[in-house]
């Protein structure tokens, strides 16, 4: 029993775990009719607004809203960002989504235009298809043959492929089986792939890159015990070697940096993508035009995220009415928090501090603040994904803290309480912990209501009433 239990708690080390924000967000919590559920896929609440962005979401896999915007607004802390986190989560990896902070905008060496150009061309998905040769079966033999004088010196590298190495592969399918002679590098691709007699591979005949595509059916039960990554499939039919088609996914700005630099798609890790010039976009939207035209390529519009929106300045705005208006534009979701205020760069005021040409484009979609009940069910999917054991009286103190003060310190406390919890030696986390969290660390009132206390013995401090004569101080 011990063993079992030892067992349980490992943990899974071939991937980094890292817990963000909304890092248990799973999708929007829609059910077949798009309706939302009350709690389901990390989403809690909000019910109106989730059904909204299914309603998005439906006519985004559907490619009929292509260069559409759709505005999320709302109080801090009223899941904006989840919201536009479920819809990037409901699409899957081929859709493309990309995202962005409106103040990066300004620190980038790049111009604004050029900044936001690039981000509408990473939101746009270019699904590339090619005929290729392959050969599909189920190995039923590999035997290679080893020089004596490589068997005799051990001298050689362990990963170098020995001088005259050869060997044999019998592939079979349900209809023929065929023996192929092997050389040094198949050989080596084998080896790396890890190939064993059972397994069902495709060889390209081009390239010769080695996919092991499962272990076959009929050989499941030459082991006890598999591991939870095996992946069982059925013996390949017809005849062994077959064209297939290939289908490749990237993004119109991967294009434009694979054609725009010396390196080629080595730019793409090093990050110096830098201002690309209007001629290669040009020429690159010319030849993805004429692919689509022969049947070779298709636009796939992605979808991209614009947070903090109202840091954008009146130029952006601009740009981006008229980026809106190409073709080949992506679904563009922004959100802001904020009220009637300046459209930076002018003197003007408007919602949300966006010009009213711009908002006049927009779906708008509202947020409300959460009420004590989806409070307390986002502190337990919280807890349950940060690994945190909580008792039901913690949870309810910690749940009375979020609607007094906000839902993200209340969330902040998780993590410092099970903290507090592990220095006395306890293994769930209780009031006392919590307690002892919330008198360490101040929420923004508390915060605020001391600063007014004691604002006096601050530096650089400006009391109501106090006479302006004195000197300021300067470096």
Known sequence: MAELKRLSESRDLTRIERIGAHSHIRGLGLDSSLEARDASEGMVGQLPARKAAGLI????????????????????????????MGIAKSLGAETPFASVAASELFSLDLSKTEALRQAFRRAIGVRIKEEAEIIEGEVVEISIDRPLSAAAGSSAPSGATAPGK???????????????????????ALGKEKVQSGDVIALDKASGKVTKLGRSIGRSRDYDAVGPHTKFVKCPEGELQKRKEVVHCVT????????????????????????????????????????????????????????????????CFSFLNRALENDMAPILVIATNRGITSIRGTNYRSPHGI??????????????PYTEDDIRKILDIRCDEEDVEMSADAKVLLTKIGVETSL???IHLITSAALACQKRKGK?????????????????KRSTQYLMEYQSQYMFNEVPGEADGDDTMQS
């Open 355 to 368: 010009p009213p040409d711009f908002l006049d484009r927009l779906l708008i979609i509202t947020t409300q």
């Open 166 to 188: 050869t060997g044999r592969l019998t592939l079979k399918t349900t209809d023929m089986e065929t023996v192929y002679e092997l050389g040094g590098k198949m050989i080596e």
């Open 57 to 84: 979401l439906q006519l985004i896999r559907q490619g009929k809203i292509a260069g559409r915007a759709v505005l999320l607004a709302g109080q801090p802390g009223t899941g904006k960002t989840a919201l536009a």
């Open 252 to 315: 119109l700005h991967e294009i434009d940096v694979i054609n725009s630099r010396t390196q080629g798609f080595l730019a793409l890790f090093t990050g110096d993508t830098g201002e690309i010039r209007a001629e290669v976009r040009e020429q690159i939207d010319t030849k993805v035009a004429e692919w689509r035209e022969e049947g070779k390529a298709d636009i796939v519009p992605g979808v991209l995220f614009i947070d903090e929106v109202h840091m954008l300045d009146i130029e």
């Open 428 to 444: 769930v986390v209780e009031m006392e912990d919590i307690s002892r969290v919330y008198q360490l660390f101040l929420d923004v």
């Open 408 to 410: 993200r310190y209340a």
